[in-house]
């Protein structure tokens, strides 16, 4: 077992190490600049954690250290709930799955929503079989932990109430619930200080409410693929089909087959992002490795497609390192080439203060600049900066957009062309 912890831990820092920052994560650290306890887009968990990592290493590894240490520990957590016997199975389920994979080095909100769900897991297992204060104190941190990284977080606890009510009958749940809230407390105060601009954006403004068709299949389709590609289908059914032997595992069942049909549900009002389900990953992993496990054929191909799995996100890690193939709107474009192209824009603009257009750019400006970018929104979505109103004299506006007085053009990594813009004659 250590031995997976470490080649997962090391595979994932040489990523670390040499990818640059994607534009989320740069977004994200910019947040870590100006601590708080809450966030437009999200909780503050991943700011907080970006801080203590990036005060350690001032580079793309210190913003990600916390991301290798915790998808780590994840690991460890998931094999103390399995209770694992069969390390092959085990190894291929890790490396086969690709949410996972690119949650194991990329510093963003579902990372962190994945670990604390995993600490959660652990501990309520614990609470379930003996109610003590070390179980009852230990499963409100994980909880509020779990809140703090993404709100997504209480979907686990609705569904292990709907899985277990009988909960409800224990004197100590009320003290698991008032802990939490006080525990969650500061992220609440927040919230009304801000008029509940997180939640209304995450509910109402974030994708354009629309029933189409394609949104479901695409969200059906995505579920296959992240948690695969290859091996998707065995995984996901695996799952589903396990049928659980106690009061635990029918928790698990219960948010595996809960999460996945409450974002399909969501699906035919607006488009879901494949991640999305990232707080279903601990019981989909559980339940399927308790699936395969007893399954001889079902194991036997597994092995032989999982093999396939694994060795292809290796070919896709070496590929966002250095590409091997030429690809359209390749999505792994957006490590590379950020402080070339950050470079290439002061060469445009010389020594003066600039701004940028999209919350994106500004924040890869921003990190590889290392001086503060400005935002000015022109077709970009209510932001962080939005709620910051940064005041910055720049003379020069890098958008993506193109408006008038338009003196030069660059490629930006994963955005694609961007024009720099005199703002004094705009």
């Given at each position: 077992m250590?031995?997976?912890?470490?080649?997962?831990?090391?595979?994932?820092?040489?990523l670390?190490?040499?990818?640059?920052?994607?534009?989320?994560?740069?977004?994200?650290?910019?947040?870590?600049n100006?601590?708080?306890?809450?966030?437009?887009?999200?909780?503050?968990?991943?700011?907080?954690?970006?801080?203590?990592?990036?005060?350690?290493?001032?580079?793309?590894?210190g913003?990600?250290?916390?991301t290798?240490?915790?998808?780590?520990?994840?690991?460890?957590?998931?094999?103390?709930?399995s209770?694992?016997?069969?390390?092959?199975l085990?190894f291929?389920?890790?490396?086969?799955n690709l949410?996972?994979?690119?949650?194991?080095?990329?510093?963003?909100?579902?990372?962190?929503?994945?670990?604390?769900?995993?600490?959660?897991?652990?501990?309520?297992?614990?609470?379930?079989?003996?109610?003590?204060?070390?179980?009852?104190?230990?499963?409100?941190?994980?909880?509020?932990?779990m809140l703090?990284?993404?709100?997504?977080?209480?979907?686990?606890?609705?569904?292990t109430?709907?899985?277990?009510?009988?909960?409800?009958l224990?004197?100590?749940f009320?003290?698991?619930f008032?802990?939490?809230?006080?525990?969650?407390?500061?992220?609440?105060?927040?919230?009304?200080?801000?008029?509940f601009?997180?939640?209304?954006?995450?509910?109402?403004?974030?994708?354009?409410?629309?029933f189409?068709?394609?949104?479901v299949?695409?969200?059906?389709?995505?579920?296959?693929?992240?948690y695969?590609?290859?091996?998707?289908?065995?995984?996901i059914?695996?799952?589903?089909?396990?049928?659980?032997?106690?009061?635990?595992?029918?928790?698990?069942?219960?948010?595996?087959?809960?999460i996945?049909?409450?974002?399909?549900?969501?699906?035919?009002?607006?488009?879901?992002e494949?991640?999305?389900?990232s707080?279903?990953?601990?019981?989909?992993?559980?339940?399927?490795?308790?699936?395969?496990?007893?399954n001889?054929?079902?194991?036997?191909?597994?092995?032989?497609?999982?093999?396939?799995n694994?060795?292809?996100?290796?070919?896709v890690r070496?590929h966002?390192?250095?590409?091997?193939?030429?690809?359209?709107?390749?999505?792994?474009?957006?490590?590379?080439?950020?402080?070339?192209?950050?470079?290439?824009?002061?060469?445009?603009?010389?020594?003066?203060?600039?701004?940028?257009?999209?919350?994106q750019?500004?924040?890869?400006?921003?990190?590889?600049?290392?001086?503060k970018?400005?935002?000015?929104?022109?077709?970009?979505?209510?932001?962080?900066?939005?709620?910051?109103?940064?005041s910055?004299?720049?003379?020069?506006?890098?958008?993506?957009?193109?408006?008038?007085?338009?003196?030069?053009?660059?490629?930006?990594?994963y955005?694609?062309k961007v024009?720099?813009?005199?703002?004094?004659?705009?």
């Amino acid at each position: 077992m250590i031995f997976i912890i470490l080649f997962w831990l090391i595979v994932n820092s040489i990523l670390a190490y040499f990818l640059k920052l994607a534009p989320d994560e740069a977004y994200y650290w910019v947040w870590s600049n100006y601590l708080s306890f809450g966030y437009f887009d999200h909780p503050p968990m991943v700011a907080l954690l970006i801080k203590i990592g990036h005060t350690i290493f001032k580079s793309e590894f210190g913003v990600r250290f916390a991301t290798l240490l915790l998808s780590s520990l994840t690991i460890y957590f998931v094999y103390r709930i399995s209770n694992v016997k069969n390390f092959i199975l085990f190894f291929l389920l890790i490396f086969s799955n690709l949410l996972l994979n690119a949650g194991g080095f990329i510093a963003v909100p579902d990372t962190f929503l994945v670990f604390f769900s995993s600490v959660y897991f652990y501990f309520l297992k614990r609470y379930i079989e003996k109610e003590n204060f070390s179980s009852i104190f230990l499963l409100s941190i994980s909880i509020s932990l779990m809140l703090y990284s993404k709100y997504h977080g209480i979907l686990i606890i609705l569904f292990t109430l709907f899985a277990l009510p009988k909960l409800f009958l224990r004197k100590s749940f009320y003290m698991v619930f008032l802990l939490s809230l006080i525990f969650y407390m500061p992220h609440i105060i927040w919230l009304f200080q801000n008029n509940f601009i997180t939640i209304k954006y995450q509910l109402l403004y974030r994708q354009g409410i629309d029933f189409n068709l394609y949104n479901v299949f695409d969200y059906i389709i995505g579920q296959f693929l992240v948690y695969g590609p290859i091996v998707g289908f065995i995984t996901i059914i695996s799952g589903f089909l396990y049928k659980p032997k106690d009061d635990f595992e029918k928790v698990l069942k219960y948010n595996l087959i809960g999460i996945f049909l409450f974002f399909l549900v969501f699906s035919f009002r607006n488009k879901i992002e494949a991640n999305w389900t990232s707080s279903l990953l601990v019981p989909l992993f559980i339940l399927s490795y308790n699936y395969i496990v007893q399954n001889e054929k079902i194991k036997k191909l597994f092995y032989k497609l999982a093999t396939l799995n694994t060795i292809l996100i290796f070919l896709v890690r070496l590929h966002t390192i250095y590409p091997i193939i030429n690809i359209n709107n390749d999505p792994t474009s957006q490590f590379r080439n950020w402080k070339e192209f950050a470079i290439k824009v002061r060469k445009k603009t010389g020594n003066s203060k600039i701004c940028a257009t999209n919350y994106q750019l500004t924040s890869e400006l921003w990190f590889y600049l290392k001086e503060k970018v400005g935002f000015i929104n022109i077709h970009s979505r209510e932001n962080q900066y939005s709620l910051w109103k940064f005041s910055i004299d720049c003379k020069y506006i890098v958008s993506h957009v193109k408006t008038s007085n338009v003196i030069d053009s660059l490629i930006a990594p994963y955005l694609g062309k961007v024009y720099i813009i005199s703002k004094m004659d705009h």
